[in-house]
């Protein structure tokens, strides 16, 4: 009686594990017949442009179409963009960054062996939303601005080399259907250290703001000092980059100083 107690735990363990390792589909975008799903196609690449910017790695051969009977447990009758396989922790992390830039991806369970998975990798730190935006409501498109961090550190062993730690502005423009039309980015805080073999070359610079400047136009401004100079060089300034919209695509502005200190020079 007792082995078989035993047997029935074990078998209990096994089911619990195995509900709790299911794969989940991630999906992009799908349509009824293969041409219509085909058509969406064109619309991958600036996507997919932005998730390589973003440290987001795709499975090899993703996002692939496929009919949706081929997966068990979605909705048969259809043709989906698949975006790859995950496990269910994997697939909320990948799905939270696919969405920022693919506003219509979506998740649905699976019913794929966990050695089938083919998940994308998320290398980059987690995207960020600000509350800053543009709604063109005439022109049915809105432009959002995201960050990530970014950082470079000296491999163990090495002595030289430029070190920094970044926040890094995405400025995302979406239609009205939360199609991705353009991008542009943007440091604002920085704090930079350079190969000490160049010369002595540290910077830090703060965020100041991100203000809407007329009708179609933000502008980030950061306030940088210099924690190494030389007699004439800049030791302060605040740089200002445009961002405006202009018909369906982004122009990133020339980054302009104002404000500008430098070093005095001793007799």
């Known amino acids: 009686m007792?082995?078989?107690?035993?047997?029935?735990?074990?078998?209990?363990?096994?089911?619990?594990?195995?509900?709790?390792?299911?794969?989940?589909?991630?999906?992009?975008?799908?349509?009824?017949?293969?041409?219509?799903?085909?058509?969406?196609?064109?619309?991958?690449?600036?996507?997919?442009?932005?998730?390589?910017k973003t440290k987001w790695e795709l499975p090899e051969d993703h996002p692939k179409l496929v009919r949706s009977d081929t997966l068990a447990g979605l909705k048969p009758g259809f043709w989906v963009w698949l975006v790859g396989i995950c496990d269910a922790e994997g697939a909320a992390t990948a799905l939270a960054h696919l969405k920022v830039f693919a506003p219509d991806a979506y998740a649905r369970d699976v019913e794929v062996e966990?050695?089938?998975?083919?998940?994308?990798?998320?290398?980059?730190?987690?995207?960020?939303?600000?509350?800053?935006?543009?709604?063109?409501?005439?022109?049915?498109m809105k432009l959002q601005v995201v960050t990530q961090e970014e950082s470079q550190y000296l491999e163990p062993g090495e002595e030289f080399g430029d070190q920094f730690t970044l926040t890094r502005y995405h400025f995302v423009l979406l239609s009205k259907k939360g199609e991705l039309l353009a991008s542009e980015d943007v440091v604002g805080e920085e704090d930079f250290s350079g190969d000490v073999r160049q010369g002595p070359t540290a910077y830090r610079c703060e965020l100041e703001g991100i203000e809407r400047s007329g009708p179609e136009s933000l502008v980030l401004t950061r306030s940088c000092r210099a924690?190494?100079?030389?007699?004439?060089?800049?030791?302060?300034?605040?740089?200002?980059?445009?961002?405006?919209?202009?018909?369906?695509?982004?122009?990133?502005?020339?980054?302009?100083r104002m404000n500008e200190q430098r070093l005095e020079c001793g007799d």
């Open 2 to 52: 007792r082995g078989c107690l035993v047997a029935i735990g074990l078998l209990g363990a096994m089911v619990g594990a195995q509900a709790e390792a299911k794969s989940v589909a991630l999906i992009w975008k799908g349509a009824k017949t293969q041409a219509d799903a085909q058509a969406h196609r064109a619309a991958w690449g600036n996507i997919e442009a932005l998730l390589e």
């Open 114 to 140: 966990a050695m089938d998975q083919a998940c994308p990798s998320t290398d980059g730190a987690p995207l960020v939303p600000r509350k800053e935006s543009l709604s063109l409501t005439k022109k049915g």
């Open 227 to 256: 924690g190494a100079a030389e007699c004439g060089s800049v030791v302060s300034a605040d740089e200002v980059t445009r961002v405006t919209v202009q018909g369906s695509t982004l122009v990133r502005g020339t980054t302009t």
